[in-house]
């Protein structure tokens, strides 16, 4: 876990705005700084960032967040690695932990040091093998046979591993030093002989979302086993969660909204060569969560292209399972299978981009291959095979998070089984979908405690002036007391104030950052996207929020003056205490005079 205190030191360091202008430029406007989002495709910006609040917010397709959220979603990286990517542009240290409590300071200097060690390692090499590439002449005659261009090679940094078995011993001074093993570069036998891990083979670098390589694939020239040979795991590169060619394709990304995955690193390479610039691919392994994740934060549509065999439908099918728990309105997912024996390939060098991209446009959308390859599977012609359809079903449907397209899922399963979607819907054990309400639509009547929240947030040391018994209403539920959601939010909102270290009170994006995966997360975004839009004039704080607090106040009357009549309607006037009844008596005389004034 990473400290809140150092989440918020950190935000304090970053500005917003010279981080996203250095991926996008931004233009003035007023208080805020304005581009067109780089999350959806539009020709009027809407896109804002806030310098006071550090904080965006695209009034169009509603992506908001902190420096933290932006490269999350920008660059397509996890919370820990967009934490890691900002503390190295402020000079800062993360604080880390492990099994045996806080790691020491030099401990964890020594894995920064290794880290960068096996990093520059891998660039090395990739220069290397990229040099070797230009000299062998077997390996440039390979890569024309395979439609390959120089300037596509250069773009992907494709290179060649010569078949002897030290070739990294001439680029490194030292062949024996232990950060060549760590990188995966190079192996150390039973007998304590080193030796390269990639030997003639097409050596084809794995890029993160930094442009840094953090692995190789190696592909053999000729026959020889394996066809294709990865980089082990190392403290850079997990294999279930890198995505080949995201880096070369992000701008194409961008543009189309769309990415093409495809099974092979020459798919990617031969797709590209003819123009199709937003294809990836995983590497030699299975579809994650992991990189469904990853891709549908930089796009809304997902197409996988498989050969149209029984291996490349498997492989479709398991895309499937890890998608559904990821899907989400707007986002979709199609699956595009290419005639037997093409592959992306050969398909696009034999067709051209326009066939390729005609393919692509008509995909089979993930509901109908869901349903159909259930269908396949039993002989829906009889009550048996239509009842086991629906049961089949059913713990595809639990995951899917999208929830209109689940009902038009099971409204099609009703109509192929003969049941009604209520009776698939109770027969799954699904919850039933609730009528959504219109989208982002503009807040008119404000709840006093959307007021305050909004007040804090603009504003976080006003916390210190709430009154205690504020906290008790905070957590109750009472009809004089509107959204009680809302009035959760506040609290936990000055909690974190409250929780903050030093005499710094946590700016407005340290206190968005702290509901990141909470109940409160999208509340708290919604609410700062509103200051953005309609923030407070400073000379009305005050005035609204004492206004706020006399109107909790008098909420706070009004349920204890419920509670007591209730109680006396029960019980009569003796059933109540000495002080119940002080206050019971006070309240009707406030009640009177209220209502003589």
């Known amino acids: 876990m990473i400290p809140e205190s150092f989440i918020q030191e950190l935000l304090s360091r970053t500005d917003i705005v010279d981080l996203i202008d250095s991926y996008l430029p931004l233009k003035k406007a007023g208080a805020n700084y304005v581009a067109c989002c780089p999350f959806h495709s539009e020709k009027t910006p809407s896109f804002s960032v806030s310098p006071g609040k550090q904080f965006y917010h695209c009034f169009g397709c509603g992506a908001s967040g902190s420096a933290i959220g932006f490269l999350m979603e920008y660059s397509g990286i996890g919370f820990i690695d967009a934490v890691k990517d900002l503390a190295g542009r402020a000079g800062m240290r993360i604080p880390e932990d492990d099994a045996r409590g806080v790691r020491d300071e030099a401990q964890s200097r020594r894995d920064a040091q290794n880290l960068r060690d096996i990093t520059e390692a891998m660039a090395r090499a990739a220069k290397y093998y990229y040099g070797q590439m230009k000299r062998s002449e077997r390996a440039i005659a390979y890569l024309k046979a395979r439609g390959v261009e120089g300037e596509v090679a250069r773009k992907f940094g494709v290179g060649y591993a010569p078949d002897t078995w030290q070739n990294l011993d001439a680029e490194f001074e030292n062949y ?244 009604t979607a209520q009776e698939i819907e109770r027969h799954c054990g699904l919850p039933p979908i609730a009528q959504a309400s219109p989208a982002r639509a503009p807040r008119r009547n404000y709840s006093v405690w959307n007021r305050l929240f909004r007040l804090l947030l603009q504003k976080p040391e006003l916390a210190f002036r709430l009154p205690p018994e504020f906290f008790e209403d905070a957590s109750e539920v009472s009809e004089a007391l509107p959204a009680p959601p809302e009035s959760g939010a506040v609290k936990s909102l000055c909690e974190t104030i409250f929780a903050a270290k030093g005499d710094a009170v946590p700016s407005c994006a340290a206190l968005l950052e702290s509901a990141r995966g909470t109940a409160n997360e999208i509340f708290f975004s919604e609410a700062a996207a509103e200051l953005i839009a309609v923030p407070f004039v400073e000379d009305d704080i005050e005035t609204e929020f004492v206004g706020a607090l006399e109107r909790l106040s008098e909420a706070r009357r009004k349920r204890d003056f419920e509670a007591l009549q209730k109680k006396v309607a029960r019980t009569g006037i003796n059933g109540l205490s000495t002080e119940e009844k002080s206050e019971y008596l006070k309240l009707i005389t406030r009640g009177k005079g209220s209502k003589e004034s």
Request: hydrophobic share 40%; net charge neutral.
């Open 176 to 419: 024996a030093d232990p950060v060549l093993q760590a990188a995966g570069l190079v192996i150390r036998n039973d007998q304590g002989q080193l030796y390269d891990r990639f030997r003639d083979r097409i050596i084809y670098p794995i890029f993160n979302q930094k442009g840094e390589v953090i692995a190789f694939g190696g592909r053999v020239i000729d026959a020889g086993e394996p066809k294709y040979l990865n980089s082990p795991e190392t403290p850079l590169f997990e294999k279930g969660r890198e995505v080949y060619g995201l880096p070369q394709a992000r701008a194409a990304l961008r543009e189309k909204n769309t990415a093409i995955v495809v099974e092979g690193y020459m798919d990617v390479i031969a797709l590209s060569q003819h123009g199709v610039e937003n294809a990836v691919a995983t590497l030699g392994t299975a579809t994650t969560e992991a990189h469904v994740r990853k891709l549908l934060r930089q796009v809304d549509r997902v197409v996988f292209c498989f050969d149209g065999d029984n291996a490349g439908r498997k492989a479709a099918w398991k895309a499937l399972e890890n998608v559904l728990e990821s899907l989400v309105e707007p986002k979709t997912v199609g699956f595009a299978f290419l005639p037997d024996p093409e592959d992306p390939d050969s398909f696009v060098r034999a067709r051209g981009k326009d066939a390729f991209e005609r393919l692509i446009a008509q995909a089979t959308p993930l509901s109908e291959f869901l349903l159909r390859e259930l269908s396949s599977r039993e002989d829906i012609s009889s009550a048996e095979g239509r009842a086991a359809l629906v049961s089949k079903a059913g713990p595809l449907l639990k995951r899917l998070r999208s929830p209109l397209l689940r009902l038009q899922i099971v409204r099609r399963l009703g109509d192929a089984s003969g049941f």
